[in-house]
């Protein structure tokens, strides 16, 4: 494969990306979307989930010994992102797909 033709298969699928954006922008698929727009890799996505695993953990941890502020976990939240996502449009993002929803309500509350 040349250079070429390496060029119009990547630009074909930049504009079936744009499509797909399209569509998804109308489903509840928001985090999902916010991954297509910001390019994250499998990679990131997978650090993401792992972190927030790790963090639903920890909150549930802190509610059985009667914390009620979680802000130290939200630092943490903040910390771990991808440098191309924001904390409060991930979070948005996460609550409209229903993902993570013990951690992500806790976390609008500092926003």
Known sequence: MN?????EKMNRLEY???????????SDDH?????????????DVETFHKKCNELMIELEEQQ??????????FKKFKESLHPNLEAEEVIL???RQQ????LMIE?????
């Not at 916010?34 to 390019?39: A, D, F, G, K």
């Not at 993902?99 to 013990?102: D, E, N, V």
């Not at 976390?107 to 926003?111: A, D, E, G, S």
């Open 107 to 111: 976390f609008k509350k500092y926003i």
């Open 3 to 7: 250079l070429d033709s390496l060029i």
């Open 93 to 95: 993002a996460c609550l």
């Open 16 to 26: 079936h990306q744009s499509i797909l954006l399209k569509m998804i922008s109308k």
């Open 31 to 43: 985090f999902y979307k916010l991954i297509v727009e910001r390019s994250l890799n499998k990679q």
């Open 64 to 73: 059985a010994e009667g914390f009620v502020y979680f802000e130290s976990l």
């Open 99 to 102: 993902l993570f929803l013990p």
